[in-house]
Each structure stands twice: as C-alpha cells, then as structure tokens.
C-alpha cells in the first residue's frame, strides 16, 4: 500500500469522496455535516493524502486543513476492503508529520455519534474529547476531539 500526498481533484478521489457522502448520507441530516468539497481540499492550506493498492487504484483518503492555530482533520475515509489493515493510522501518520513539518502543532476534528469505530479510532490515534472549535456550533450529532503533535512522534 502506498500512501502519499496528491491533488484531491482526480476522478478516483472524487469517487472516494462520493461514496463517503453517501454513507454520511444514511446517518446525519444535512445541517449537521460539515462537509469540505474537492475545490475546497484543493486549496493551497489543505494537506490531502491517499492511499493507493500496489496496482495504484486508490482505496483511501485523509485531509488536513491548515488553520491558524491548528489543522484539522477532514475527509477520512477507508473503502471496506482496505479496513483492518492499519491503513487508516498510516494515512494519520503522514498527515501528522506533514502538518507538523508545516508549523502545526494541534489537530481537532468534528465527526458524529453514529461512527463507533470512527470514534474508537481517533481515540486509538490520541485523541481527545474536547468542546467545539472554530465556527462549529454545540451540536447534539456533533463530536469534537484534539490531539497535540508537539512533544511526541505521530502515529
């Protein structure tokens, strides 16, 4: 499995990111998704990474997106085949050290409570339970959490 950073505006990331919109789809309302579209992921401040099959189809994606202060985690999705296999911590890893390697030294995210294993990874990952941030509002399907990159290696 390769994972590297690469432009989100290709038709097999745009696959990716349709699927993951569709599974949001069956679980949240639409005003409770915070959803960035590839012209957003293709700006200069959004670190993007995919994981590619060793015959280069791509099978998953992350982003992070550069904010003053923090980046943030968005767009993380795995297709079912390519669950399991510590591809997800991987893609993590590498946005990690990219952001870190551009001055970030915090990562928050916003996901929902109806992703268990979404949960449970990003705790695995270290994150933390925190309170919203940037324009995020308190949502009863919204979950915020935040790891600190300084002081420890990624993951």
Known sequence: MNIALEPPDQPEIIALIAELDAYQD???PA??????????????????AVARESNGSAVGCGAVVLEEGYGEVKRMYLRVEARGQGVAQRICGLLEIAALARGCRTLMLETGPYQPEALAFYAKQGFARCGPFGTYPEHPLSVFMTKSLAGHPPA
């Open 26 to 28: 069956t679980l949240y």
């Open 31 to 48: 005003e409770a998704r915070y959803a960035l579209d590839i012209g957003s992921l293709a700006q200069p401040n959004v670190l993007f």
